[in-house]
Every structure is written in C-alpha cells, then in structure tokens.
C-alpha cells in the first residue's frame, strides 16, 4: 500500500451474539484470489521480505481466545480482515497468561 498511497480503515463493534468485532481494510493490491486460505498458513508470504507467521500467529492467538480471523478481497482493490472475540470466555484457557 505504501506504494500506492492506499488507504486504511479500522473499525469495531459489537456482533448478534455479543462478541467484539473488528475490521481492517486497505485499498493496497489485494489477496491473490487462488490464495486466499493459504495465507493464514505458517511461512506463507505474498511479499519478497515477509516471513509468512504474522496471520498464522494471529490466527492462533484470536482463536485460543474463542475468536475467528477470516479474510477477503475488497470491491476492486484492496483486503478486508476480520476477526471476532467473545465478551466473555465460557472455559478458562491454560495458555492465557493472567497478572499477578
């Protein structure tokens, strides 16, 4: 995006069943239609210097948290991300770190 002088957009709010929802959206290149699972896959990368772990890494962190993390291509040009999180956790998670 930084190419192209692209846009970004942040947005949250609350889903039907409670849950926190947030959106990121740019209007950079967009994903590669034949890709588009494949990148939530650990060292998968679109660019010649990523290292293919950062959607991995945050797929697996919002989803020990209860969330879920999902992708599309915008209208045009650009991306969409998505991802939920409960308001409250039914199950306590062992890998969750908690202050002293």
């Known amino acids: 995006m930084q190419e192209t002088g692209g846009e970004l957009s942040v947005t949250s709010g609350r889903g039907e069943n409670g849950e926190l929802l947030f959106s990121v959206s740019d209007t950079g290149v967009g994903l590669p239609p034949d890709k588009a699972i494949a ?7 679109t660019k010649p210097q990523g ?45 969750a770190r908690h202050p002293r």
């Open 51 to 95: 290292t293919g772990m950062g959607l991995s890494i945050s797929r697996s962190i919002i989803e020990s948290h209860g969330g879920k993390l999902g992708a599309a291509s915008g209208p045009g040009r650009g991306a969409t991300f998505r991802f939920s999180l409960p308001i409250q956790c039914d199950k306590p998670n062992p890998q």
């Open 39 to 45: 990148i939530f896959e650990a060292f998968f990368t």
